[in-house]
């Protein structure tokens, strides 16, 4: 079974950094693409950040442009999110995921399009 894993979650303050991690665990697996999510109580589950390994192409919502940076190691597909200039909104559940190499090259910022997830970090900002 697939599994990864987050971490780097925390408490911290409005304009503050966190730089949350991601590796794979249990069965290896082949991905072209990988992406960040996060989901706030009430909300929906929304992708913050998509990376596609063939030349390293990153999407971002527009909500954390210029202000996220997603990075990774394809070989290992581990993953990283530079979260800086954090705002309370920014507050969620963030979670790793990968899409499985039978999906093909294209990137996706749909969660339906993931196949392997993480437990999910918890990122919390204070005003």
């Known amino acids: 079974q697939v599994q990864l894993v987050e971490s780097g979650g925390g408490l911290v303050q409005a304009g503050d950094s966190l730089r949350l991690s991601c590796a794979p665990s249990g069965r290896t697996f082949s991905s072209y693409g990988m992406g960040w999510f996060r989901q706030a109580p009430g909300k929906e589950r929304e992708c913050v950040a998509a990376?596609?390994?063939?030349?390293?192409?990153?999407y971002y919502a527009d909500s954390v442009q210029g202000r996220f940076t997603i990075s990774g190691y394809n070989a290992k597909n581990t993953l990283y999110l530079q979260m800086n200039g954090l705002k309370p909104e920014d507050t969620a559940v963030y979670y790793c995921?990968?899409?499985?190499?039978?999906?093909?090259?294209?990137?996706?910022?749909?969660?339906?399009?993931?196949?392997?997830w993480g437990q999910g970090t918890q990122v919390t900002v204070s005003s």
């Open positions: 990376i596609t390994w063939i030349g390293s192409y990153t």
């Open positions: 995921a990968a899409r499985d190499r039978a999906r093909g090259f294209r990137s996706s910022m749909d969660s339906a399009e993931y196949d392997y």
